[in-house]
Nanobody, 125 residues
Framework: VQLQASGGGLVQAGGSLRLSCEASGRIFSTYGMGWFRQAPGQEREFVAAIRWSGDSTYYADSVKGRFTISRDNAKNTIYLQMNSLQPEDTAVYYC???????????????????WGKGTLVTVSS
């Protein structure tokens, strides 16, 4: 599986962005997917994840209620709708995938075997 994230950019605080992650490979629909982010000088952190079926989603406390993860298996794409963005959301955002997807480990980056190149989100105050 190859992943390509897009949709990053510069936005003012309070604004919105939608990130996309397109996957290659016809077995995309069987993979769990996640979004992680990494700010300068910080470790990569979990943002959101979604089960292959789309019926279970998981969020970091810091984004719950502001971000929404979704997927369109017909388009081999997942999305991250980000609303009410704050300067602390500034980071490079990465999408990740893995066939093994368990609720106990979705927040752990090493649980994902496939990663895309990141897309930069910058939120100005």
């Amino acid at each position: 599986v190859q992943l390509q994230a897009s949709g990053g950019g510069l936005v003012q605080a309070g604004g919105s962005l939608r990130l996309s992650c397109e996957a290659s490979g016809r077995i995309f629909s069987t993979y769990g997917m996640g979004w992680f982010r990494q700010a300068p000088g910080q470790e990569r952190e979990f943002v959101a994840a979604i089960r292959w079926s789309g019926d279970s989603t998981y969020y970091a406390d810091s984004v719950k209620g502001r971000f929404t993860i979704s997927r369109d298996n017909a388009k081999n794409t997942i999305y991250l709708q980000m609303n009410s963005l704050q300067p602390e959301d500034t980071a490079v955002y990465y999408c990740a995938a893995d066939r093994t997807f368990a609720s106990q480990t979705v927040r752990v980056s090493r649980s994902y075997g496939f990663w895309g190149k990141g897309t930069l989100v910058t939120v100005s105050s």
